[in-house]
């Protein structure tokens, strides 16, 4: 597994092949690519800064690792998250998953970024004709990691 | 009892605290973290809204997300910060 948290951009295309190319066993490689939108609530937002808590958010995004190789059978995910001050169109994080089929793999993409949104500790700041606000949490993102825990329920 | 707070987000610029070393008394314990933000909401007003207010305020000890009855103990890294919104 591996987990950076940077100020730097990452290369998407970069890290996919890395983790394709590891080992001869990958039959499918799912990745996330999140980026920073102009407009958010209604209001044009000219920029994001990305606070985060160091050391607690690198062990809460491998915990969220632990936990998908638990789950399911995939080979490895890599999870890149930015900090720092980005402008629309930025990349903010990628999450890329490999494993022998594309069903764990799609699965495993989906759970990991739904735990990172409501669980690793980074908050966002945006920056809007009005100045700046801090963006709220949506109780969409509390749902969206729910479902997975009635999906566990019923398999029982 | 001793421990290292760290505010995030909205708490550090509103309380303008990033972090600070907290002395908390052992006849008063046993701690947990909603006694602590008691003590804390004390401060003031903007404390109470922040801490005990409407606001949601999660908290972590020792770098794991925490309920309100955790306890703490001597030497916890305690954090106190808005619902994430990374990603």
Known sequence: MTVRVQTEDFDAGFEINQLRKARKDVGAVVSFVGQVRDINEGDEVSQLTLEHYPGMTEKSLEAIITQVKARWNIIDVLIIHRVGTLQPCDQIVLVAVSGGHRGEAFAACEFVMDYLKTEAPFWKKEATPSGERWVEAKSSDDDARERWNKASESKQ | ?87
């Not at chain 2, 605290?17 to 002395?23: N, V």
């Not at chain 2, 020792?62 to 919104?85: C, M, Q, R, S, W």
């Open chain 2, 1 to 87: 009892m001793k421990i290292k707070l760290f505010y995030f987000a909205r708490l550090k610029e509103t309380l303008k605290y990033s972090t600070e070393d907290l002395e908390l008394a052992d006849a008063d314990g046993p701690w947990t973290v909603l006694k602590l933000k008691a003590l804390l909401a004390k401060r003031g007003d903007v404390w109470g809204q922040m801490l005990m207010g409407k606001l949601k305020v999660r908290a972590a000890i020792n770098h794991e997300l925490v309920h309100d009855n955790a306890t703490i103990a001597n030497g916890d890294e305690v954090a106190f910060f808005p619902p994430v919104t990374g990603g």
